[in-house]
């Protein structure tokens, strides 16, 4: 093959290759003035662990103790106080859990547990969560310990109450603290309505109680989520009311 024939065809060579890449250049150029997304490899689809938020951790064992009781929907924890119990429902006796235990067996001191007004999910406007006033010497406390929100001091440096379930886990606030008589709170108060709602905040925020303890501060509304944990006092016509608006829900 001749010197000059060569070179031709290796001009005609460049030439095409240069065709190619200009013509695809032009294509991808039109696409985009057209508004069209290039071909590309898809994305790696995320898989459900990377697009899914980590479920908390919940430091209780539900299977455990529903296989002991499968009244147990809950637990309540308040840091700094003995008050540390699972939480149970009975749909058909209210009073069952004020004199039988998590085993079923009758007598003191009892369980941790709401009435049959309430849901189990805390998802009524006002929650209410009973427990004794065991002895000092029991050996199972209850709400004993409740008693500490009458120090003014215990108030101010302790507002947390934490309530468990599986899969999730709810942060309550104490915004008030007082006794009042034993009247049941579900007959006095119609928590279905705001007119029942703001009733019953306006006894929360301003009590017959002289020794009440109140944070004028925290803001509290008719829509908010409350939780009320009674117990007794020494006298038998009243209860002390412990009550805290949900602040959080780790889930």
Request: aromatic residues 12%; contains cysteine; proline residues 5%.
């Amino acid at each position: 093959m001749s010197t000059a024939k060569k070179r031709w065809l290796i001009a005609a060579a460049v030439f095409i290759a240069m065709a190619i890449v200009f013509g695809a250049a032009y294509l991808f150029s039109e696409k985009a003035a057209e508004g069209q997304t290039p071909e590309y490899s898809p994305a790696p689809t995320p898989t459900a662990a990377a697009s899914e938020a980590a479920a908390p951790e919940v430091p209780i064992d539900f299977s455990y103790w529903q296989g002991l009781n499968p009244d147990v929907y809950g637990w309540i924890t308040i840091p700094n106080t003995r008050i540390d119990y699972p939480i149970l429902h009975s749909e058909t006796d209210n009073a069952y859990y004020l004199e039988h235990n998590l085993d079923g067996s009758a007598g003191l001191p009892g369980c941790i547990y709401s009435e049959n007004y309430n849901h189990t999910d805390f998802a009524d406007p006002v929650t209410i969560l009973y427990g004794h006033n065991m002895k000092e010497t029991a050996a199972q406390t209850m709400f004993r310990d409740l008693h500490k929100f009458e120090s003014a001091e215990f108030f101010e440096a302790n507002r947390e109450i934490l309530i468990y379930q599986p899969n999730r886990i709810l942060h309550y606030k104490v915004f008030s603290v007082y006794n009042n008589s034993d009247e049941h709170l579900m007959y006095t108060f119609d928590f279905s309505t705001e007119e029942g709602m703001q009733a019953f905040l306006e006894q929360c925020e301003k009590p017959r109680d002289m020794n009440a303890k109140v944070d004028a501060d925290q803001e509290v509304s008719v829509s908010d989520k409350l939780l009320v944990l009674s117990t007794c006092t020494n006298v038998d016509t009243e209860r002390l009311l412990v009550v805290a608006v949900l602040d959080k829900v780790e889930e």
